[in-house]
């Protein structure tokens, strides 16, 4: 027997339905989808609950190293029939490594969901990890590396990162290092498959034209097998805390000096976490933000600046970025902490909370006309609330928050004395 939820909801402006339906099946493995009856493709992802916050100092960036390797061949079909597979039907089949998740998706139309779970599951469960593959992959992976390096605005992320969760695998960037990769063998990778690709830290997601019980059936064609080992996370149980700050500088052979700064921010079960992604958008979303208007369209310190917020299980991360002229970094570092202080200071005008919950949900509006942004929020959504959170709930929520809320957030977050700051200055 299998447990079902179901839900159903429809948003007025889009006089659309949308059907959610759970199945768990008996070896714990997650079924989620969202049929949109209107639309003509399916997006189609599985997920491990397993990201580079799971790895010690040893084993990081195998996650996503084993994300590539995949790829490379199974018992069924070569590199070149997995490429085939599904773009010789006009789809598109790709995979992504977070944090704290692994996504392996493809997108087709909904006649074409068979040969896409067959895809997918032959990359999860029959994976070769042939040797030359092996090697010629990490070859790959370390040039991904050497090109993010070569990018001083994806690197600085890291650099951040690292400086805020220091002796923590949260700091440990998710491409891992170069040392790593080059001491991965396939025993490594069978390791990693057997101890977290398990029916109870998995999900199956699908958005779109989909059938809820076709889909179980053929879920339950190709997982029956998949059982429990019970190999335990590396996952730390503390929590990390905002205890001190962090100035880092480093140089490259650039014309433009880079900046990111921020702190430890909310956990996505977080009672805050709608007040706080009100506060980032009005501070750092979009051209009418109060940091664009500030440091471009005021002061013109920047041509790129904007602020974000990351959400995971326990933690999360909110931190601004800009783009300058090293003569200017301290100015521009000046005035985003006014901007700060303003917001710890006072309460936001009604007017612009009013705007930039408009904005939000206009925003998250649009989003619905993406299938795989349907099925990333489907999936994602299940690995870290093990819940579906519809639309309409999120709208809500956005809409209660108050501008006492927005100030409460300000006053415990944005604590300059907490706040580590980055810099690549060019050389």
Same mark, same amino acid.
């Given at each position: 027997m299998h447990k079902t939820s179901q839900a159903v909801h429809t948003h007025p402006v889009q006089q659309e339905m949308s059907h959610y339906q759970k199945t768990v099946l008996d070896n714990g493995l997650r079924v989620v989808t969202e049929s949109i009856p209107h639309v003509r493709s399916v997006s189609l992802g599985i997920w491990a609950h397993v990201g580079s916050r799971d790895e010690d100092q040893s084993?990081?960036?195998?996650? $996503?190293?084993?994300?590539?390797?995949?790829?490379?061949?199974?018992?069924?079909?070569?590199?070149?029939?997995?490429?085939?597979?599904?773009?010789?039907?006009?789809?598109?089949? @790709?995979? =992504?490594?977070?944090?704290?998740?692994? #996504?392996?998706?493809? /997108?087709?139309?909904?006649?074409?969901?068979?040969?896409?779970?067959?895809?997918?599951?032959?990359?999860?469960? @029959?994976?070769?990890?042939?040797?030359?593959?092996?090697?010629?992959?990490?070859l790959v992976v370390i040039e991904e590396l050497k090109n993010a390096e070569d990018d001083p605005e994806d690197i600085i992320h890291d650099y951040f990162e690292k400086a805020l969760f220091p002796n923590h695998t949260l700091g440990n960037p998710i491409?891992?290092?170069?040392?790593?990769?080059?001491?991965?063998?396939?025993?490594?990778?069978?390791?990693?498959?057997?101890?977290?690709?398990?029916? @109870?830290?998995?999900?199956?997601?699908?958005?779109?034209?989909?059938?809820?019980?076709?889909?179980?059936?053929?879920?339950?064609?190709?997982?029956?097998?998949?059982?429990?080992?019970?190999?335990?996370?590396? /996952?730390?149980?503390?929590?990390?805390?905002?205890?001190?700050?962090?100035?880092?500088?480093?140089?490259?052979?650039?014309?433009?000096?880079?900046? #990111?700064?921020?702190?430890?921010?909310?956990?996505? /079960? $977080?009672?805050?976490?709608?007040?706080?992604?009100?506060?980032?958008?009005?501070?750092?979303?979009?051209?009418?933000?109060?940091?664009?208007?500030?440091?471009?369209?005021?002061?013109?310190?920047?041509?790129?600046?904007?602020?974000?917020?990351?959400?995971?299980?326990?933690?999360?991360? =909110?931190?601004?970025?800009?783009?300058?002229?090293k003569k200017n970094i301290e100015n521009a570092l000046e005035l985003v902490h006014k901007e700060l202080d303003k917001l710890r200071a006072r309460e936001v005008p009604k007017t612009e909370l009013e705007r930039t919950k408009s904005q939000i949900k206009g925003t998250l509006m649009l989003g619905l006309e993406n299938m795989s942004g349907r099925m990333i929020r489907l999936g994602s959504s299940e690995i870290s609330l093990d819940s579906y959170v519809s639309l309409d709930t999120i709208l809500k929520k956005v809409n209660t928050v108050t501008a006492e809320d927005i100030r409460r957030v300000a006053l415990d977050l944005f604590d300059a004395s907490k706040f580590s700051t980055i810099v690549i200055r060019p050389a």
């Open positions: 084993a990081n960036g195998i996650s $996503h190293f084993l994300e590539h390797m995949v790829f490379k061949g199974t018992k069924n079909r070569s590199v070149l029939e997995i490429a085939q597979s599904l773009e010789s039907l006009g789809g598109y089949l @790709n995979a =992504f490594t977070t944090k704290e998740q692994t #996504c392996y998706y493809a /997108r087709v139309l909904d006649e074409n969901v068979p040969q896409a779970m067959d895809v997918l599951a032959d990359l999860i469960l @029959n994976a070769t990890f042939k040797k030359q593959e092996l090697e010629k992959e990490k491409i891992g290092t170069q040392e790593n990769l080059r001491r991965f063998q396939r025993d490594d990778l069978k390791a990693h498959v057997s101890a977290h690709y398990v029916p @109870n830290k998995m999900v199956i997601a699908a958005a779109g034209s989909i059938d809820h019980n076709t889909l179980v059936g053929m879920v339950r064609k190709y997982f029956r097998g998949l059982k429990l080992n019970g190999t335990p996370s590396h /996952r730390p149980a503390s929590v990390p805390r905002r205890e001190r700050s962090a100035y880092e500088e480093h140089s490259r052979p650039i014309k433009q000096a880079h900046v #990111c700064l921020g702190t430890i921010g909310y956990g996505i /079960r $977080h009672r805050d976490r709608y007040p706080l992604l009100v506060l980032n958008a009005l501070l750092g979303e979009g051209m009418s933000s109060r940091l664009y208007q500030s440091i471009r369209e005021k002061h013109g310190l920047a041509y790129s600046v904007y602020s974000y917020v990351t959400m995971l299980s326990d933690a999360g991360v =909110f931190g601004a970025y800009l783009g300058t002229d």
